[in-house]
């Protein structure tokens, strides 16, 4: 099952541009989420929106660099398109890209991937993000045959909190960090077993409750 999840993602993610598009509706909304493919790290428009969105949201993804649209792309490259169990999906409203969710970290355990790199990109269709995910998921549930998913996310990003309850996923623990300084912005990391300082910050994982 694990060599066939990463032959399934591989083959996704090496196929046609817009190959795995999944189309959906909110509150009268029509929307879609589209796979990014290797193809797709050639546009430079994508790119360049990609590290626009990434720049304003910068507290809160792990970029120990300063954002760049060449950065971006290598990210797309390396860190996505490269790595055997990691998939990011635009979201589409209108045929305007909004922002992207993706999936991440296949356990093959307990058959679980973790949600990863959620950003909103463009304010407007409120729920729609929640949403994306949801449809990601049940895409992930039928067609690689995950379980189950977690997500996380630091204890001062309220915004992402409210997003991944108001979708169904329950705090099941969490796992304390420091802010540290780095070129590309702070960021988080745990904190050392033994670490003197007040912990002002958790890492809160969510799991979904189920579908
Ligand atoms: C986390 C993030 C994606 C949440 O996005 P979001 O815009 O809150 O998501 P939604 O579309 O679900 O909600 C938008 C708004 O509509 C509201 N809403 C949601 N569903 C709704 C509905 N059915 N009817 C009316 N309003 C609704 C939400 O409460 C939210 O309101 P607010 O802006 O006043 O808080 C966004 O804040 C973001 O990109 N953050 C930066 C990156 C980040 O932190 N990612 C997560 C890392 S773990």
Request: glycine share 8%; charged share 25%; proline share 5%.
């Given at each position: 099952?694990?060599?066939?999840?990463?032959?399934?993602?591989?083959?996704?993610?090496?196929?046609?541009?817009?190959?795995?598009?999944?189309?959906?509706?909110?509150?009268?909304?029509?929307?879609?989420?589209?796979?990014?493919?290797?193809?797709?790290?050639?546009?430079?428009?994508?790119?360049?929106?990609?590290?626009?969105?990434?720049?304003?949201?910068?507290?809160?993804?792990?970029?120990?660099?300063?954002?760049?649209?060449?950065?971006?792309?290598?990210?797309?490259?390396?860190?996505?398109?490269?790595?055997?169990?990691?998939?990011?999906?635009?979201v589409?409203?209108?045929?305007?890209?909004?922002g992207?969710?993706?999936?991440?970290?296949?356990?093959?355990?307990?058959?679980?991937?973790?949600?990863?790199?959620v950003?909103r990109?463009?304010?407007?269709?409120?729920?729609v993000m929640g949403?994306a995910i949801?449809?990601?998921?049940?895409?992930?549930?039928?067609?690689?045959?995950?379980?189950?998913?977690?997500?996380?996310?630091?204890?001062?990003?309220?915004?992402?909190?409210?997003l991944?309850?108001?979708?169904?996923?329950?705090?099941?623990?969490?796992?304390?960090?420091?802010?540290?300084?780095?070129?590309?912005?702070?960021?988080?990391?745990?904190?050392?077993?033994?670490?003197?300082?007040?912990?002002?910050?958790?890492?809160?994982?969510?799991?979904?409750?189920?579908?």
């Amino acid at each position: 099952m694990e060599k066939h999840i990463y032959r399934s993602v591989y083959a996704l993610k090496h196929g046609p541009a817009s190959g795995v598009t999944i189309q959906s509706v909110y509150r009268d909304i029509p929307f879609r989420i589209e796979l990014l493919t290797v193809d797709q790290t050639k546009n430079a428009h994508l790119i360049a929106l990609l590290s626009a969105w990434r720049k304003k949201v910068l507290h809160f993804i792990p970029s120990t660099r300063p954002i760049t649209v060449t950065g971006t792309k290598e990210w797309l490259q390396k860190r996505v398109i490269g790595e055997k169990d990691r998939l990011l999906f635009l979201v589409v409203v209108k045929d305007t890209p909004i922002g992207h969710v993706g999936l991440y970290r296949y356990n093959p355990g307990n058959n679980s991937m973790v949600i990863d790199n959620v950003i909103r990109g463009v304010p407007g269709y409120p729920g729609v993000m929640g949403e994306a995910i949801k449809t990601m998921m049940r895409w992930a549930k039928h067609t690689l045959h995950i379980r189950s998913f977690l997500v996380d996310c630091s204890s001062n990003n309220e915004k992402a909190i409210a997003l991944y309850k108001r979708i169904g996923f329950n705090e099941v623990r969490r796992e304390p960090l420091i802010l540290v300084r780095t070129a590309g912005g702070n960021i988080f990391k745990d904190a050392p077993e033994n670490h003197a300082g007040l912990i002002k910050y958790y890492r809160v994982v969510f799991r979904h409750a189920g579908f």
